[in-house]
């Protein structure tokens, strides 16, 4: 079984992978209970928020895409952000403010990640504020379990700001008097990546014992979502009885109208396929979390404490982690390793995580080395296929010898044409006679799946790929090749469409095959023939669309497959000159058919 055999039955094996974990892990819907979480404020959105809108088109960054929101969204910001008395963030990673109105985390920017390819594009925004089109905020405050009339602060409560700007080691406290004996504090404070811990408290003046309820929740809309497939989920989010949940997307959040994660909570909230904004408990407390459609494309992340009862002269409080940033593997991990269970596995890897990580380490490691991601992958693509040189020497000793015990299987065959049972017994017997191995030619199937999906996976998910550049006209990696053949390269006003958008990869791709196909020997079937010599063109056609970075691998691999054909060709003369035999067969062969005709 030839190499570029194997490659097109490691991407058709591929496929039946993803086909099979969409029939497998298919999306459950149980009856959901209506969450007990009314008494939770939420700031009135006024007109905008939900009225009709046309459908939101879902990219792979996220964020919106109509241009007439856009145009909105930047005047609104403008207001909003313009507002006295915001309390300014001003982290190495993330920068924005904090609404002193209703206590809300309403806007986040990210210092070190760009909206498009663009080095002018601006920053990516992850939070911003309440009745926006983009919004997403985060919110944090009390409310009275017991419907006792106790004042407890609302969404358009002033708070007072003490300290500023939010950055490590410079904390910033609200403080807010109900007038009724209760003081309530929420304490900020940011580390050096995307990680602010929220400490809400509240000391009782008075003279009787009060009950009061501490939540937080982020609030965002689905208009600003990544694109949400079988195999990159977008949308809840949450670890739960020390599992991750991937399988509620807003859809199911609208059906449901509110889910209740009846097991211990982790970790909760919304993700993109970069970005990700969650609630993390304060370790040891049962806290419930829930899933919530508002309306208008708004959805919410409740995480609610148990009941706190502070007697007088007493203070009660509780610690919320709120991350809002980029899904960085390293930070991610970083954070599971001080006790953030299961955080790393909020980039959706998929079954294969297993094999995918030591894939992704060493194309960092490389890319460390060669400064450049593009050249990375090359690295890679020529460390993997070291790795599997003796693989493809012993597949080439294999095929050598089923070619030359052909002439007895022959024999055999005719022998034994009426009796199968006999023929494969007396098959059987004549592999193990001459030493020959019928299925050593296919391990690098089984080789090449694991690393081709780990390759594929990672530069769908990892945000370390997005926007890097290889060369010329490839400036990102993560992203199809941007230059066309039937456009003539963006020279004609016109996009091609998807399965028309033929690059210079996608050209290199079928040209590699190809050449690989005229170094194997010839296929026994004629149409088998046909159809290899097809193959290579039509994958052209199927890979067009792929990240350039997976094209670049494979186109790669091609180029080192010739090379190793030619060598391992010069080991074994035999095949060579089968392959010159075959070729000179089918060129007869033709000629006469063509006489006859």
């Known amino acids: 079984m030839l190499d570029n055999r194997n490659l097109i039955l490691a991407v058709v094996l591929s496929l039946v992978v993803f086909l099979g974990y969409e029939v497998v892990m298919s999306r459950l819907y149980p009856a959901s209970e209506q969450a007990p979480i009314e008494q939770i404020a939420q700031p009135n959105a006024g007109a905008d928020t939900p009225r009709q809108r046309a459908t939101a088109k879902h990219i792979r960054d996220g964020g919106l895409t109509d241009p007439a929101e856009e145009q909105e969204e930047v005047r609104d910001l403008q207001s909003a952000l313009a507002q006295p008395g915001r309390v300014r963030i001003d982290a190495p990673e993330v920068a924005g403010s904090i609404n002193p109105v209703g206590a809300r985390v309403d806007d986040i920017v990210l210092k070190t990640h760009r909206q498009t390819v663009e080095k002018d594009s601006g920053p990516v925004r992850i939070f911003s504020p309440n009745g926006t089109p983009a919004q997403a905020f985060a919110q944090f405050g009390w409310v009275d379990p017991n419907n006792l009339g106790v004042k407890v602060p609302t969404p358009s409560t002033m708070w007072q700001a003490e300290g500023g700007p939010l950055a490590p080691g410079k904390p910033v406290t609200l403080t807010w008097d109900n007038g009724q004996g209760l003081l309530f504090r929420i304490r900020f404070t940011i580390d050096q990546y995307y990680m602010l811990s929220v400490e809400q408290s509240v000391t009782n003046r008075g003279q009787a014992p009060v009950a009061v309820q501490p939540y937080g929740f982020i609030n965002r809309t689905s208009r600003t979502a990544s694109t949400d497939t079988w195999n990159l989920h977008s949308g ?16 199911d959040v609208d059906e449901a109208g509110s889910v209740a994660n009846e097991q211990p909570t982790g970790w909760v909230g919304f993700t993109d396929i970069y970005w990700l904004s969650t609630l993390i408990p304060q370790a040891g407390d049962a806290a419930k979390t829930y899933f919530r459609a508002l309306g208008g494309e708004s959805y919410r992340a409740d995480l609610i404490y148990d009941t706190e009862t502070v007697a007088p002269g007493a203070s009660s409080s509780t610690t919320t982690q709120l991350f809002a940033g980029a899904k960085e593997s390293a930070v991610l991990d970083m954070y599971e390793d001080a006790g953030v269970q299961n955080f790393g596995l909020s980039i959706d890897w998929g079954w294969f995580r297993w094999f995918m990580k030591p894939i992704f380490w060493l194309l960092r490691e490389l890319y460390a080395i060669a400064g450049n991601f593009g050249v990375a992958i090359i690295l890679l693509t020529v460390v993997i296929r070291g790795l599997m040189f003796p693989v493809a020497q012993r597949q080439f000793a294999s095929m050598a010898q089923m070619r030359a015990v052909q002439p007895k299987m022959k024999a055999l065959q005719e022998r034994h044409k009426d009796d199968k ?31 081709f999906f780990a390759l594929y996976k990672t530069l769908l998910v990892a945000i370390e790929m997005r926007h890097k550049p290889f060369v010329l006209w490839i400036r ?38 190809w050449l690989q196909f005229k170094l194997n020997p010839s296929a026994m079937d004629p149409a088998q023939q046909q159809i290899f010599m097809i193959m290579p063109w039509v994958l052209m056609f199927v890979m067009a669309p792929f990240a350039s970075g997976l094209l670049l691998y494979w186109i790669t691999s091609n180029l080192l497959t010739l090379a190793q054909q030619k060598y391992l060709y010069s080991r074994h003369p035999q095949l060579k000159a089968q392959v010159d035999k075959d070729r000179a067969d089918k060129a007869r062969a033709a000629e006469r058919d063509q006489a006859k005709g």
């Open 421 to 451: 049972p006999r023929l494969q017994q007396e098959m059987g017997k004549l592999y193990k006679d001459e030493g020959v191995n019928p299925l050593a030619g296919c391990l690098p199937i089984f080789l090449q799946i694991p690393i």
């Open 236 to 251: 809840p989010i949450g670890d739960f009885a020390g599992s991750v949940n991937f399988k509620w997307d807003y859809d």
């Open 476 to 513: 990102d990696l993560s992203a199809p090749d941007p230059l066309h053949i039937l456009n003539l390269f963006g020279l004609l006003p016109f996009d091609p469409p998807g399965f028309l958008s033929i690059g210079v990869l996608a050209v290199l791709l079928g040209i590699t095959m």
